[in-house]
T-cell receptor, first 111, second 116 residues
Framework: DSGVTQTPKHLITATGQRVTLRCSPR?????VYWYQQSLDQGLQFLIQ???????AKGNILERFSAQQFPDLHSELNLSSLELGDSALYFC??????????FGPGTRLLVL | DQQVKQNSPSLSVQEGRISILNCDYT??????FLWYKKYPAEGPTFLIS?????DKNEDGRFTVFLNKSAKHLSLHIVPSQPGDSAVYFC???????????????FGKGTKLSVKP
């Protein structure tokens, strides 16, 4: 158990819908990272927050957004969902940005 | 363009023997490297890391070697056990390069099978 929690574990929705994925980092960690794992692309970095502020952006679509709250939990919002958004979404956390510890992931299926 | 490459999609090893997983990178700004192990339907689990100021780091059965001039790193597992069967990901970051602040760039993984 990495100490990073993610909810929900599974999510099934339809195209055009909007979903919110939630992540709670390990106790004491200030950074939260979001990654997407799809079959053909591997693990891709989406976005990083550090102590409530956006720190880095990767291959994140404009339809996706994230935020980190004062209690340090983070949410990833995915809107206008398309079939191609079906993937595993992982959250990771770190204290100083070196070793990242990953949560169990949310499996999203868009039908 | 893939900055971190794991050229072997799979590797099969006999129990008790050495497993060697390889990883190449192209970005000379990378200064911190990690290996993660992943089982199906679970998140990646951190195994071992190495900073670019070192060329070797050891933790129990796991040793990571870094060859900066060749931009190559490898993970050695000795002795291999059936429970080591999983997908292994190599990852790299630029801790001291302004802007990225440590987000990881992953290879596509190598599936290790350790046969009893």
């Amino acid at each position: 158990d990495s100490g990073v929690t993610q909810t929900p574990k599974h999510l099934i929705t339809a195209t055009g819908q909007r979903v919110t994925l939630r992540c709670s980092p390990r106790s004491g960690d200030l950074s939260v990272y979001w990654y997407q794992q799809s079959l053909d692309q591997g693990l891709q970095f989406l976005i990083q927050y550090y102590n409530g502020e956006e720190r880095a952006k990767g291959n994140i679509l404009e339809r996706f957004s994230a935020q980190q709250f004062p209690d340090l939990h983070s949410e990833l919002n995915l809107s206008s969902l398309e079939l191609g958004d079906s993937a595993l979404y992982f959250c990771a956390s770190s204290f100083r940005g070196e070793t990242q510890y990953f949560g169990p992931g949310t499996r999203l299926l868009v039908l | 363009d893939q900055q971190v490459k794991q050229n072997s999609p799979s590797l099969s090893v006999q129990e008790g023997r050495i497993s060697i997983l390889n990883c190449d990178y192209t970005n000379s700004m990378f200064d911190y490297f990690l290996w993660y192990k992943k089982y199906p339907a679970e998140g990646p689990t951190f195994l071992i890391s190495i900073s670019s100021i070192k060329d070797k780091n050891e933790d129990g059965r796991f040793t990571v070697f870094l060859n900066k001039s060749a931009k190559h790193l490898s993970l050695h597992i000795v002795p291999s056990q059936p429970g080591d069967s999983a997908v292994y990901f190599c990852a790299a970051s630029s801790m001291n390069y302004g802007g990225s602040q440590g987000n990881l760039i992953f290879g596509k993984g190598t599936k290790l099978s350790v046969k009893p």
